[in-house]
């Protein structure tokens, strides 16, 4: 525990040492927000309740390819990151530190887009449902922490900040997250369910509102966790062979 309390620290005084990363993590869901969510939706109280959701999980997908992908690559190309990988303990404190950091960063990303939410559009939520929709979001960390951690340590570092700038966006709107979450047709209605991001969008939704998931969607989110924590795993140990073996 010793040893996973110095990693966070670690992790948290090097956010705070930059804190203008944090305001542009965070430029892409308000702008939705503004643009999309309080024009279109913002006269709904269910369709405004339910996208705010959508866009705190955008905030996810948007942290965890900044802070896992291009920080694991960045780590790869400096010797600080060679030196990190040798301390003792191994790797678990050091993905427990950085998902603790990811559940601080989007339960604090996700309080500007509530305060949209409440001062321009009709949705409703309790304080109960909000708490329960911050819990879904730090449970939607886990596999798209892994899915960056394969990509930033299998991937050559030059590439990775290219991929991990679309990403998101990709994951999103084959979710359906830029979309009526109760629409049942069309062409995301039809891929979502096989997106992990449908799975974690739908936990959040029936936190916050009348939502009920669907069944594959679930299924298919335990399907990626655990295909890519495998993936995360073999990345980290081909890497770790290519270096220090």
Do not use: H
Request: net charge neutral; hydrophobic share 55%.
């Amino acid at each position: 525990m010793n040893t996973i309390a110095a990693y966070t620290k670690f992790e948290i005084l090097g956010a705070i040492r930059i804190p203008m990363v944090f305001v542009a993590l965070l430029f892409l869901p308000t702008v939705g927000m503004l643009l999309f969510v309080v024009p279109a939706l913002g006269d709904d109280p269910v369709a405004a309740t339910l996208s705010t959701g959508s866009m705190c999980l955008f905030t996810v997908l948007i942290i965890c390819s900044a802070q896992y992908g291009l920080g694991i690559a960045d780590a790869r190309m400096k010797p600080w990151g060679g030196y990190v990988r040798t301390l003792p303990g191994g790797p678990l404190p050091k993905m427990v530190s950085m998902i603790v950091m990811s559940s601080v960063f989007v339960v604090a990303g996700s309080i500007p887009l509530i305060g949209i939410a409440v001062l321009g559009t009709e949705a409703t939520a309790s304080l109960l449902d909000i708490v329960l929709g911050l819990g879904a979001l730090v449970l939607a960390v886990v596999p798209f922490s892994l899915l960056m951690l394969a990509i930033g340590y299998a991937v050559n570092p030059y590439l990775v900040s290219v991929i991990t700038s679309i990403a998101p966006i990709i994951l999103a709107y084959l979710g359906g997250l830029f979309t009526d979450p109760n629409s049942t047709g069309g062409f995301t209605a039809n891929v979502s369910p096989f997106i992990p991001t449908r799975g974690s969008a739908e936990l959040v939704w029936a936190a916050i509102g009348d939502y009920t998931p669907n069944t594959l969607s679930m299924v298919m989110l335990g399907v990626w966790t655990v295909v890519l924590a495998f993936l995360a795993y073999r990345a980290y140990r081909s890497d770790e062979g290519k270096r220090f073996r």
